[in-house]
């Protein structure tokens, strides 16, 4: 088991959630300045002081220790669904089986946010052209979308607004999630937006719309925001880029190869080893292989498409400069792929 | 003392500092439902069970009992900052002297969010132009605008760029909520945008941009977001809707009027008398005679603005079909009102 845990800014702020998880711990992971906070609860626990800088590495060390069956509490300050660690560390532990997570204070759908707004539909004392007018700017700048007051008996006009805006921006497979506090614990559900029926919200639900990044995992709905993977470039791709740096790689379909069409007729070819592996991120279809650290990407043909293509080559000639920028310049590279993910659909394909 | 307080969707869900507040109250005010759910800690408490809609009543009463001396807890469920009483709480507190308000979970600016965006403005994985057009969208769609992850030692361009953003949308004198927690207590301060230099931000701050209603109350960041003030309609203002019906209310300046021009030389004189009389809303320069209950609106010289007017009329010839509908349909007026603060712009007069 492993928490997340955001203490907040001082112990007035702390949950009893988190008091409680922590209590129930053996092992506490955090940054000093957070650690020191909270010692008079961790006396008789052991204690892993880390650097901020590898989450990387304490997510993987957390996920050691609860495979070993130990109660494993990662501390962090803010909401670790909004700063913090939670969605890194589902990232990270799809590559394992058996690790459950919980997230304080309360996240019942895993982790969806990333930048986000939040939006009332009460529309009350607030005219129903603002709110749409809120809706359809946050939806276009792919923020995340948390909506409460979402309908009522009497009040159902903005509930169909807002469906209506998700449905022209977004499309009907855009992910919601709902949580329902009616229920108690609440309970979660996560529909893609033409399942979003009337029947299944009240007053009570708090909805959560992804970004086009967001995915679904294990029934919870995550929305990556990137972390740097370490890792050796293959021969191949090795050889591959040194072709690239050289000008000898073909732009589009490469049809003398022996092995075309690998993926699809009409492939790109201009990336046949992707500059970015392992990028970790699930939402254009790559995942973990369980249990073996290594990352697959059978799923993912955006990088083989006309359109992650001719947004990606342009810049990538700048960035590289040698091979070895592949691995030295991740962060950069990340950020190309983000940058052309979200101007290219993934989903499209 | 009034402690206004989230309890959260269930115990797990409660700080410490909630339960704290609530164990040191005489009296706890709440709906039934979250009442119930902390019965455990207020056995010895006065406890005063209301129901959903009056909050204004709500707000009265616990303003009454706290000028008596008494420690009250105004209980809500989710976040009153963000779901909640505190910000219409703010605005009717502003009546009177003396009353301190406390907001669990701690909100040090006072009550500055309504519809609102989280965005970080860390580009170390997420590119500055992804950042920045969350920031405009946000901005230009009014929703108010929380940063995390301001700036870095390292990192300061992504913090220009939101500068700039907000000065091209939102003027040199928008108002900034900064709350540093490198101080505990968290310290706050509000600045306008043309004072918000690099040294007083660093990178544990969170800023808040404030909507284009929000306003500055003893050294509080305030948003408001409207409530309903039963009111009778003074009979001068009787008398001029009576004629402004009959469609004898001149459109424009009234130079015949022997009162002209009662605030300024070119003001437009077709609401003599506010249709909106007690707004409550001191964005717009109205404000609380102090101990009086009387609304003055002696500041706010918008409703005879041009925009205002052109904007306002031709809706309100619609709505009103008897002078008693400045009573009965105030919910309607005020969101009439708010469409045409949110159009024209009160602060430039």
Chains 1, 2 share one sequence.
């Not at 907040?8 to 092992?27: F, H, Y």
């Not at 639900?205 to 929305?223: A, E, F, P, R």
């Not at 691995?327 to 993910?341: D, E, F, H, S």
């Amino acid at each position: 088991m492993i928490n997340v845990i955001g203490i907040g800014q001082n112990r007035e702020n702390m949950t009893l959630g988190a008091i409680k998880a922590i209590e129930e711990s053996d092992v506490v992971i955090g940054y000093k300045k957070y650690i020191e906070q909270i010692e008079d609860l961790i006396a008789d626990k052991e204690i892993v002081k880390k650097g901020m800088g590898d989450e990387i590495a304490r997510a993987e060390f957390a996920i050691q220790r609860s495979l070993e069956g130990q109660t494993v509490s990662l501390i962090s300050s803010g909401d670790p669904g909004v700063f913090g660690m939670a969605n890194v560390l589902y990232q990270i532990v799809s590559k394992y089986d058996g690790v459950e997570i919980k997230v304080y204070p309360g996240s019942y759908l895993g982790a969806p946010l990333h930048d986000f707004a939040a939006i009332s539909l009460s529309n009350i004392l607030t005219p129903l052209s603002e709110i749409e007018k809120k809706l359809r700017y946050a939806l276009e700048a792919n923020l995340i979308v948390a909506i409460y007051n979402p309908i009522s008996k009497t009040r159902k006009e903005p509930f169909r607004r807002f469906k209506q805006c998700v449905l022209e921006i977004k499309g009907e497979d855009a992910l919601i999630g709902i949580i329902d506090s009616t229920y108690e614990p609440p309970k979660p559900t996560i529909v893609a937006l033409r399942d979003l029926t009337e029947d299944i919200v009240n007053m009570s639900c708090t909805l959560i719309v992804g970004n086009d990044l967001t995915y679904v995992q294990d029934d919870k709905l995550i929305t990556p925001r990137g972390y740097v993977i370490r890792s050796k470039v293959h021969p191949l791709s090795q050889n591959h880029y040194e072709k690239f740096l050289n000008g000898e790689v073909v732009h589009g379909p490469n049809r003398e190869c022996e092995f075309y069409p690998c993926h699809y007729e009409g492939q790109y070819c201009d990336f046949c080893y992707c500059p970015f592996y392992p990028c970790g991120d699930s939402s254009t279809g790559g995942e973990w292989i369980k249990g073996k650290n290594v990352w697959n990407c059978k799923e993912c043909l955006w990088l083989h498409s006309k359109d992650a293509v001719e947004c990606l080559r342009p810049p990538l000639e700048d960035i590289l400069e040698d091979v070895e920028d592949l691995k030295t310049k991740k962060k950069t590279l990340l950020k190309l792929r983000r940058a052309c993910l979200l101007k290219t659909n993934p989903n499209d394909l």
